[in-house]
């Protein structure tokens, strides 16, 4: 559930708990401020091969992703983001 993912991360960016978050990591190292009421949803997907393949997206697109996991979209598919 989201609530209880910005509960972890906030959480974790309080206590300054990098290692346990990349989000706090990236607040903490950057000296940013998070926006936690202005956190959306990408996308839902209830199947988890599909959801996994949606989060590699949404990393890869995003080109200097605040997560630790590169993601498992293959290669190939970088060439459709290029646009």
Do not use: F
Request: hydrophobic share 30%; net charge negative.
């Amino acid at each position: 559930m989201l609530e209880c993912r910005i509960k972890e991360h906030r959480r974790d960016t309080e206590h300054r708990k990098t290692e346990a978050s990349a989000v706090a990591e990236h607040a903490w190292e950057c000296d940013h401020q998070v926006d936690w009421n202005a956190v959306e949803v990408l996308d839902v997907e209830q199947r988890w091969r599909k959801r996994c393949m949606l989060e590699s997206w949404h990393i890869h697109k995003e080109g200097q992703p605040v997560n630790r996991d590169k993601g498992t979209l293959p290669p190939i598919y970088s060439i459709l983001q290029q646009s």
